[in-house]
Each structure stands twice: as C-alpha cells, then as structure tokens.
T-cell receptor, first 113, second 116 residues
Framework: SQQGEEDPQALSIQEGENATMNCSYK?????LQWYRQNSGRGLVHLIL?????REKHSGRLRVTLDTSKKSSSLLITASRAADTASYFC?????????????FGKGTHLIIQP | DAMVIQNPRYQVTQFGKPVTLSCSQT?????MYWYQQKSSQAPKLLFH???????NEADTPDNFQSRRPNTSFCFLDIRSPGLGDAAMYLC???????????????FGPGTRLTVL
C-alpha cells in the first residue's frame, strides 16, 4: 500500500504552543501535500511540497520533506483554537499510471484555550 | 468566488435504492475526483476524470459509477447502496492531473450519505 502514516494519531496542546505532526510514506513521490479537515467538512489544501524541495513555509505553517527517509513534518507555530482539526498528508505517487492522491490516516489536533 | 459545490449536503436513502450525488465546480479545472471517507478514516479515492477520460481505482466496487457530462459537473451514482456505503462522499478538483508537480486539490464540503 502507498498509504502514508501520520504520527501522532492525536495531539492536544495549549493555545500558543507549537504543534508538530509527522508523515511517513512508502514509495517515490512527485509531491506531498498537507490538508486540514474540520469536523464534518471537506478538506482544505494547506501546502504542497515537491519531491525536489526540502522545506516550505506558508504563514504559521512550515513543512519539511526528507525523501531519503520518506518522511515529512508539518509544524504549526503559535497555535490558535481555530487550528483544532484533523490534518492529513497526501502523496502523489511517481510510479506512473493514473492514480490520484493517497491520504494518510490523519492527526487529530486539539488546541486547548 | 470560484468553488466546488456538492449537493445535497445530506442524503438519506434506503438499502438497495439507487442514489445520485452531484458535484459542480466553477474553477474550470481539468480533473474531478470522488472520494469516500468513513468516520475517523482517511479519504479513499474511488475514481477520477481527467477531462473526459475516466480512471477507476482497482478496488472501487462495481456498485459505484460516475458520469461527467461536461467540465463543470460530475455525478456519483450508487446503484444499490448497502449499509457499508454509509459515509461522507467528497468531490475534489485539480487543474493538473495526478503525477504532475503541482496538482493540489480543491474539495467541496461533502455529502453525508445515510443508508437505512
């Protein structure tokens, strides 16, 4: 299976602290993407990092990619209550074919006010 | 605002009664996807269209079909829903196809399907 695995499955921190989530995957990829999902809603795209990139920033978000270890991390700095959501990594497999993204199981993040 | 719209947001059907979920987009994207997401699980890709080309995932049951009559609309047909098909169904679009360097997906709000 190409499916990624997020770690931890659940994370609870105090508002203002930083939150770090990790993702591991199994195959060569074109890109890796992070999405956020609020309860009962659709997914929102956060960041895409290409296979030849190592780090990317967007506002309070920082994503790293280590293709040698087949892993990525998402850091949310200065967390806010509104960051409470599930966070998924998704990989775009580079092995050819017409496959779409493969999503990991997600990390459920709770920000305590 | 450009967006992905799914109707209805909530759908209740009876066991075995065909149901159709709809998705429309104003992004003019080439690719449209359907995902199934069960509670506390990852979204699972069912199939996608790249323009008019239909791409079915190997493990998508035959019970699930899709139609894309034009660029803007895509439908998910469940021919004989079973209790195990109760889930959130997510539609998404991307400008570029799978395998591209930049193919971020834009999701609709989802349709929650209940099977009685």
């Amino acid at each position: 299976s190409q499916q990624g695995e997020e770690d931890p499955q659940a994370l609870s921190i105090q508002e203002g602290e930083n939150a770090t989530m990790n993702c591991s995957y199994k195959t060569s990829i074109n890109n890796l993407q992070w999405y956020r999902q609020n309860s009962g809603r659709g997914l929102v795209h956060l960041i895409l990092i290409r296979s030849n990139e190592r780090e990317k920033h967007s506002g309070r978000l920082r994503v790293t990619l280590d293709t040698s270890k087949k892993s990525s991390s998402l850091l949310i700095t200065a967390s806010r209550a509104a960051d409470t959501a599930s966070y998924f990594c998704a990989t775009d497999y580079s092995g050819g074919g017409a496959d779409g993204l493969t999503f990991g199981k997600g990390t459920h993040l709770i920000i305590q006010p | 605002d450009a967006m992905v719209i799914q109707n209805p947001r909530y759908q209740v059907t009876q066991f075995g009664k065909p149901v159709t979920l709809s998705c429309s987009q104003t992004l003019n994207h080439n690719v449209m996807y359907w995902y199934q997401q069960k509670s506390s699980q990852a979204p699972k890709l069912l199939f996608h269209y790249y323009d008019k080309d239909f791409n079915n995932e190997a493990d998508t049951p035959d019970n699930f079909q899709s139609r894309r009559p034009n660029t803007s609309f895509c439908f998910l047909d469940i021919r004989s829903p079973g209790l195990g098909d109760a889930a959130m169904y997510l539609c998404a679009t991307s400008r570029d196809p799978p395998g591209s360097f930049y193919n971020e997906q834009f999701f609709g709000p989802g349709t929650r399907l209940t099977v009685l």
